[in-house]
């Protein structure tokens, strides 16, 4: 995840910010105080819609197999002895599920954060309220364009009025909330739109997704954008970003999954103003790009234990009949250990960048499906040659 707004604020000091601590607690021998990786957990698969580009291929299931309450709060209890710092809800659409609330609050009980992704489609004037009394931190809607856009991918043709709706019904609830966009080269030109709505509704997040090719997406690799398209959104965001913090706004906006674009905001920014961009570098580095497997982690609906959200086929245990923490502590060998010393096994332009410190080899999943290869260059990276070789360390 790539803060660009933050990034580029010169008043922004967030040394402790969790996005930019590497104290992850993997190791056997991890020190007191050290904390566990963020917890993606997809607690259903069951859906109401039938998205396009689901990367978790969730539909209207009907729910068999999924880790009962006691089971989740049991995980909840592991995770909070490992100090897992926040919990990112999501789904499937995760409130489907009648324990929903029951365990949301269990988590923040426990003294963790909890995030919670949504389709939005389901929150009503109610909802909105139950949820605010758990105690979430944050909800994401997804919006993946204008309502026909939205519509065509999620499968349904009122998903767009009810997620806006959602969302006002969020904001009624003083609940922070923002929006989530998917990125595809038939949503490219509802930028504008997605942006308006933003400066509209005064929306104060927004999280701009690169396509990952997992689940029903894997049908959509020729869907993704082309590279120059990518450079081309990389220069509305940065521009969006400096209007929003010239304007004192407070709007935040991100970018997911690709790390290239913290490379290519740094590229920029070093052109206009050094200081601010050795600052971001600096930051940048701390965060270390994709820490799949190192400072994140997700758990599926039936218990298992994968390095992300996106990793679905690679399953490093279940919670069902093993300790988290057991799962989590690096081995000498395996999956874990490879990812957590990835630059060993990066192979192409990847394992010659002079950015991976910034990077680590970005997207895994997209490498392995276009390739055949885990360890290959992540395809959809839009660096071009003379840029990911631009500068030796030393010149920084």
């Keep these: 995840m790539i803060e660009l707004t933050k990034l580029l604020d010169k008043n922004t000091d967030f040394p402790h910010s969790l996005r930019y601590s590497k104290k992850v607690k993997h190791q056997q021998k991890g020190a007191a105080g050290e904390r566990g990786p963020v917890v993606a957990w997809n607690i259903t698969r069951r859906c109401n819609l039938a998205c396009e580009h689901c990367y978790s291929s969730s539909s209207s299931c009907d729910g068999s197999g999924e880790l009962s309450t006691a089971q989740c709060k049991k995980v909840v209890d592991e995770l909070a002895a490992l100090k897992v710092p926040v919990i990112l809800i999501s789904g499937g659409e995760p409130l489907l599920r009648d324990d929903i609330f029951e365990i949301m609050s269990y988590i923040k009980n426990r003294g963790l954060k909890v995030t919670l992704s949504t389709n939005g489609t389901l929150i ?31 499968g349904k043709p009122d998903a767009f009025q009810k997620a806006l709706r959602g969302l006002d019904n969020c904001r009624a609830q003083n609940q922070k909330v923002g929006i989530r966009f998917t990125l595809f080269k038939n949503n490219f030109q509802d930028l504008s739109y997605i942006f308006n709505i933003i400066e509209e509704k005064n929306i104060p997040r927004a999280c701009f997704y690169h396509l990952v090719y ?82 994140i982690v997700s ?55 002079s950015w991976l410190d910034i990077c680590n080899g970005s997207s895994r999943m997209r490498a392995k499906k276009v390739y055949g290869d885990l360890w290959a260059s992540d395809p959809a990276c839009y660096l071009n040659s003379a840029e990911i070789t631009l500068q030796k360390r030393s010149e920084q």
């Design 299 to 353: 758990i599926d609906d039936q218990g298992g234990v994968h390095p992300n959200q996106f990793m679905d086929e690679y399953s490093l245990g279940n919670v069902k009949n093993e300790k988290f923490s057991d799962i989590w502590q690096d081995k000498e060998s395996g999956l874990l250990y490879r990812l957590r010393n990835r630059k060993r096994y990066l192979k192409g332009r990847c394992s010659r960048c």
């Design 124 to 154: 009503d004037g109610k909802t909105a309220g139950k949820i605010k009394k758990c105690g979430v931190s944050y909800i994401g809607i997804s919006l993946d364009g204008r309502p026909e856009t939205h519509n065509e991918f999620r």
């Design 214 to 295: 997992t689940g029903r997406a894997e049908e959509l690799i020729k869907l993704d954008l082309s590279l120059d398209q990518k450079r081309r959104f990389m220069d509305l965001l940065y521009d969006k970003s400096k209007q929003y913090l010239a304007e004192e706004s407070g709007k935040e906006i991100l970018t997911v999954a690709h790390q290239a674009d913290g490379v290519y905001l740094y590229l920029k920014l070093k052109k206009e103003d050094s200081k601010q961009a050795q600052k971001a570098l600096s930051l940048l580095q701390r965060n270390g790009g994709n820490r799949s497997g190192q400072a």
